[in-house]
Structures are given as C-alpha cells and as structure tokens.
C-alpha cells in the first residue's frame, strides 16, 4: 500500500477526506493521531464522541470483535453520505485478526463498501466506506417526502 507522503505531500487528513466543515469523531485512535493526521485543513470540527449528524467517522480497532461493535457503535451517527475509515494495524508488533478482507466482509455486514485504501502510517492501514448508493438514494427519497 502507497506510505502518504512518499507519493503524495498532501497530508493523511487531507487523504483521509478531511476539509472544512467536516464534522468528525474518532474512535479508539491511538495516542499520536494528531501527530499521524499531519496538517488539518481549518475549519474541521472534531466532536469527543461518534454522535450526532457526522459527515466523518475514523474507527480503529486491532480485533474484528472491537471494529464490529464500534461498527454499531457508530452506524447511527453518520450522515447518509458520510464516510468512515476504519483502520487496522498491518505491522507484526500489535497484535491482530484483522485483515483488509476481513474490514470489507463486517463493513458489507453493516451496508458499507469500501471505495478507497491508504497506508495511515507505518503501522496502520485505512480503507475508506461509505453507505451503498442504493441506501443513500432511499434516504435522500424518505427525507424529500418529509419536506
């Protein structure tokens, strides 16, 4: 997987989709995320807990068990067409079950697909989700009845 950086000087927040007015939470992040986003366009806002009408959502998790309960965690938090990115250490120093192909089958699980994988840093990897299209059209069709 392409290391941010190397082929691009954007930084992993920029890559990430992050931009102003994104409204953002981040679940079970390591300690240095700040450090691992680089620079953060201004206008971002990050809430302290995945609540609420968020366009963006990053979940780690090392566990398949963990990132199927943060996925529930979260699911009613995120806008139709928001995105998360859940994260899962690829080096052999944390210790995990989680593999790219093991992300996509809970995200599936959970209506999600995935669109887009980056390298986070050097330990962690990210694969971007959002809402299948057919479930992003019915909402956007419930809320225009509601008008």
Request: aromatic share 6%; hydrophobic share 45%.
């Amino acid at each position: 997987m392409p290391r941010p950086g190397k082929e691009s000087r954007r930084s992993v927040a920029e890559l990430l989709g992050l931009r102003a007015g994104v409204v953002a939470a981040v679940v079970g992040a390591p300690g240095d995320y700040r450090r691992i986003l680089g620079h953060v366009p201004a206008g971002v806002l990050f809430l302290p807990h995945a609540a609420g009408n968020l366009d963006f959502v990053h979940v780690f998790a090392a566990k398949r068990s963990i990132l199927r309960d943060r996925f529930d965690a979260v699911m009613g938090s995120i806008k139709p067409n928001g995105t998360i990115w859940v994260s899962w250490a690829e080096t052999s120093g944390v210790p995990t079950d989680l593999t790219e192909a093991a992300v996509r089958e809970e995200a599936r699980a959970h209506g999600l697909v995935g669109v887009k994988a980056c390298a986070i840093d050097a330990t962690w990897s990210g694969l971007k989700l959002v809402t299948r299209q057919v479930a992003r059209s019915a909402a956007a069709h419930r809320r225009q009845q509601r008008v």
